[in-house]
């Protein structure tokens, strides 16, 4: 089990940008595939984002062109970048590992777009 940890999130007007940032304690980033996940208040969680160990990024239509993906391998991190957001982006994201069903969930960063 790999239990990552997410940060970054806060208040952002529409039209803004945060940066999530999705940490693991040992070096897992470069070898699995990472995913973003959010969960809207009265919502299922939903995949935004995710990136392969080969780089591969993939996004769900409601994110494409405005959030970007990334990792840096050496810091053991993967990196949302939220640009553009919108008041339906307000949610609870987490990081996971999408393959792993018994990987835990973290506790997620609160994300809020409001005016």
């Known amino acids: 089990q790999v239990q990552l940890v997410e940060s970054g999130g806060g208040l952002v007007q529409p039209g803004g940008s945060l940066r999530l940032s999705c940490a693991a304690s040992r070096s897992i980033i470069s070898t699995y595939t990472i995913g973003w996940y959010r969960r809207a208040p009265g919502k299922e969680r939903e995949l935004v984002a995710s990136i392969t160990s080969g780089g591969v990024r993939n996004y769900a239509d409601s994110t494409k062109g405005r959030f970007t993906i990334s990792r840096d391998n050496a810091r053991n991190t993967v990196y949302l970048q939220m640009n553009s957001l919108k008041p339906e982006d307000t949610a609870v994201y987490y990081c996971?590992?999408?393959?792993?069903?018994?990987?835990?969930w973290g506790q997620g960063t609160q994300v809020t777009v409001s005016s």
């Open positions: 996971k590992r999408p393959y792993y069903p018994y990987d835990p």
